[in-house]
C-alpha cells in the first residue's frame, strides 16, 4: 500500500486534453465521413472544407503523440491504489474499458494517416504533409477508412461506457474514482 491517491499531475493533463481531443475528432470526423468531400464543398465551400480535413488530420495526429507519452506516464509512474477498493466486476469491467481505449486511441490515428496515405492524399499535420511511408493503392484505402470509421463507433460505445461509469462513482458512489482523475483537488 500507499499513500498516493491520485494519478501523477501529467497524467492528469494528459486524460483531460485527450479527452477534449477525441471529442473534436469524432465531431469532425463524423462530419467529413457524413457528408463526404463534395457535399463539404457544396455547403461550406473549398478553403473552409480542406482546412476541416487538415484540422482533423493535424488533430488526429497530436493525439498520436500525446497518447505516446500518456502510455509513457501510465507506465512509468505508480498507479493510486482504489479507496475504498473495487468490487470484481467494476474492477473487470472498467480495466477491460480502459485497455480497449487505449488501444482505439493509438489505432483509430494510425487507420487514418494510413487510410489517407494509400488513398494519394497528403498527411497533413499543421503547415507540414507528412513524408509517405506506403505506396497509393486505393483498394486498401478504402478497407482501412471502412475500419476508421468501425473503430470510432467503438470509440463512441466505449466511451459511452467510460463516462457512465465515471459518473456513477461520481454522483451514486460517491467514492474517490473521480478525484484520481481530477485536477483540482
Ligand atoms: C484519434 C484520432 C482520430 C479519430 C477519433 C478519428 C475519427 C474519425 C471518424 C469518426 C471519422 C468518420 C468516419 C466515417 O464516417 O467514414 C473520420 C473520418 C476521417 N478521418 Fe479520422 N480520426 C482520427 C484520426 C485521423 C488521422 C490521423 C487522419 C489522417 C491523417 C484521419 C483522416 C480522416 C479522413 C480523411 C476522414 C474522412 C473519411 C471519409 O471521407 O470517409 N483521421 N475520422
Ligand atoms: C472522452 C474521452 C475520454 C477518454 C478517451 C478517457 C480515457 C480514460 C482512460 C484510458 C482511463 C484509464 C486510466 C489511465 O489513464 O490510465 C481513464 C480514467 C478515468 N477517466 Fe476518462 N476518458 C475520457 C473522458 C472522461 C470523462 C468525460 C470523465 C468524467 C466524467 C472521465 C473520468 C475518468 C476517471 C474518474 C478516471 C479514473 C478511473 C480509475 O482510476 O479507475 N473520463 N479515462
Do not use: C
Not at 493510486?80 to 469491467?93: G, K
Not at 493503392?137 to 470509440?155: D, I, P, Q, Y
Request: glycine content about 6%; proline content about 4%.
Amino acid at each position: 500500500m500507499h499513500e498516493l491517491d491520485h494519478y501523477i499531475y501529467p497524467h492528469r493533463v494528459l486524460h483531460w486534453l485527450v479527452a477534449l481531443g477525441v471529442l473534436f475528432s469524432l465531431a469532425s470526423g463524423l462530419t467529413l465521413g457524413f457528408l463526404g468531400f463534395e457535399r463539404a464543398v457544396a455547403l461550406i465551400g473549398e478553403t473552409l472544407t480542406n482546412a476541416l480535413y487538415t484540422a482533423h488530420k493535424t488533430l488526429g495526429i497530436t493525439l498520436l503523440l500525446l497518447m505516446t507519452l500518456r502510455i509513457i506516464t501510465r507506465l512509468a509512474f505508480v498507479v493510486p491504489d482504489h479507496d475504498p477498493p473495487l468490487n470484481t466486476f467494476e474492477r473487470l469491467v472498467s480495466t477491460s474499458v480502459h485497455h480497449l481505449l487505449y488501444l482505439a486511441l493509438v489505432v483509430m490515428p494510425m487507420l487514418g494517416a494510413l487510410a489517407t496515405a494509400t488513398g494519394g492524399f497528403p498527411v497533413q499535420f499543421f503547415y507540414w504533409t507528412l513524408p509517405s511511408v506506403v505506396g497509393e493503392n486505393k483498394a486498401l484505402s478504402e478497407t482501412l477508412f471502412l475500419w476508421h470509421e468501425r473503430v470510432g463507433w467503438l470509440l463512441i460505445v466505449l466511451i459511452t461506457l467510460h463516462v457512465i461509469g465515471a459518473l456513477y462513482h461520481w454522483w451514486i458512489k460517491r467514492d474517490n474514482v473521480m478525484k484520481r482523475m481530477s485536477l483540482f483537488d
